[in-house]
């Protein structure tokens, strides 16, 4: 499976972006799907994920201003960022793993597609 993130740029604090991860080489319906962010000087981190069979998770910072959500028929997975901060400056990968469970989706390791990122900037 080959990932191909999209749809980073620069926004103003409190707008909003939409990701998207779009892959190939096979359908993804059976997959967990997850994005990553790494901002300069940290550590790789979880942002969101999502099972094949829809079931979502978010870390704390993002939940109730990002949406991940997933077209099986395009194989593309979305992360849709509202009320965007600084502090969201990084850049977003996204992950895919066959059958992930949902307690695994937060766990970077769980997965063994990666994309190859793209960046996002908060700032005025």
């Known amino acids: 499976v080959q990932l191909q993130a999209s749809g980073g740029g620069l926004v103003q604090p409190g707008g909003s972006l939409r990701l998207s991860c779009a892959a190939s080489g096979r359908t993804v319906s059976g997959y967990g799907l997850g994005w990553f962010r790494q901002a300069p000087g940290k550590e790789r981190e979880f942002v969101a994920g999502?099972?094949?069979?829809?079931?979502?998770r978010y870390t704390d910072s993002v939940r109730g201003r990002f949406t991940i959500s997933r077209d099986n028929a395009k194989s593309t997975v979305y992360l849709q960022m509202r009320s965007l901060e600084p502090e969201d400056t990084a850049v977003y990968y996204c992950?895919?793993?066959?059958?992930?469970?949902?307690?695994?989706?937060?766990?970077?390791?769980?997965?063994?597609?990666w994309g190859q990122g793209t960046q996002v900037t908060v700032s005025s």
């Open positions: 999502i099972t094949w069979s829809g079931s979502t």
């Open positions: 992950a895919a793993q066959p059958r992930i469970i949902w307690s695994s989706l937060g766990v970077a390791s769980s997965y063994e597609h």
